[in-house]
Nanobody, 114 residues
């Protein structure tokens, strides 16, 4: 069984930075994708970024501002968020994807004030 626990969310002013962490436990394979999704109020959950064997993928809306990294030895993935905008306000979810199932954390709230 895989468990994902996010941390690092909070309230920040526009232009500020936050760093999210996701600690994974259980049977984690380093060559399987881990990533971050977000869901804003009234909107669908969307992919923010993911990382697979060092290869990264970003949503256009966060390119140049957000950076994902992964510490495979610690089974932890990070999301460094810079130049935050009010439209980045959402619950951020960590994910771990296998061919059979995608695991999710419970989420951490990020609120960006204008």
């Amino acid at each position: 069984q895989v468990q994902l626990v996010e941390s690092g969310g909070g309230l920040v002013q526009a232009g500020g930075s936050l760093r999210l962490s996701c600690a994974a436990s259980g049977s984690i394979r380093s060559n399987m994708p881990m990533g971050w999704y977000r869901q804003a109020p009234g909107k669908q959950r969307e992919l923010v970024t993911d990382i697979t064997s060092g290869r990264t993928n970003y949503a256009d809306s966060v390119k140049g501002r957000f950076t994902i990294s992964r510490d495979s030895a610690r089974n932890t993935v990070y999301l460094q968020m810079n130049s935050l905008k009010p439209e980045d306000t959402a619950v951020y979810y960590c994910s771990y994807r296998t061919p059979l199932v995608t695991y999710w954390g419970k989420g951490t709230l990020v609120t960006v004030s204008s």
